[in-house]
């Protein structure tokens, strides 16, 4: 079971989530949101370090040339695609850094499958969540029976309103592609302060 954990605001942070083996750190680059990253986070500092967690950054709607230098600059592993971000960038980003596609599954949304299948060549990795709140990258809970009836054949993150008493529900799912957890505001004190007691917890249950 993997872990990523979004709005990651200082390198302190990344140094103690290495720290703590999980797998992925979200970097926030949208300049209106409270984690982004472009203000606290130094891209040298982050190009010197020795880090065994992958950097994902997260964007949405970027041009080409604007992701490109995100990804040189803090030296990233992965973009997450939060946006409505078309088929061709997809492509064109997956040949310097892995590509994460978020779908908001909304209510009337009746077939993951058709959902993703125009991404299914160029994406690595896809991430559903529940509708995200005007303003907001993060999205809520969503109906996971949604999941159960989908084929997908790529691996997978779910986020939205998980927390640390979700462990149980988060271990029962059963899909082959199920890849991981996105974890989000229920594991901070308040926008950019993580709170890595209830997060190394969590870790434990899933295992």
Known sequence: MNIKLCGITSFKQLQQLDGLEIDMAGLVFLPDSPWYAGRTLSGDDIKKADFDIR???????????????????????????????????????????????????????????ELVAPYDAVCDYYLFSGPAASGSIYGSPFSISLLQ???????????????????????????????????????????GEKDFKSLLQFRQQLR
Not at 169 to 186: A, K, M, N, Q, S
Request: aromatic share 8%.
């Open 55 to 113: 950097k994902v950054g997260i964007l949405r709607n970027p041009s080409l040339s604007e992701a490109l230098d995100l990804i040189d600059e803090y030296k990233l592993d992965a973009v997450q695609l939060v946006g409505e971000e078309s088929v061709s960038l997809c492509e064109d980003l997956s040949t310097q850094a892995e590509v994460i596609k978020s779908f908001y599954v909304s209510e009337d949304i009746s077939s993951l499958d």
């Open 149 to 191: 009836k989908a084929r997908i054949e790529k691996p997978f993150f779910i986020s939205g309103g998980i927390n640390a008493s979700k462990a149980s529900l988060v271990r029962g799912i059963d899909h082959p592609d199920f890849f991981g957890v996105d974890l989000t505001t229920e594991f901070e004190l308040s926008p």
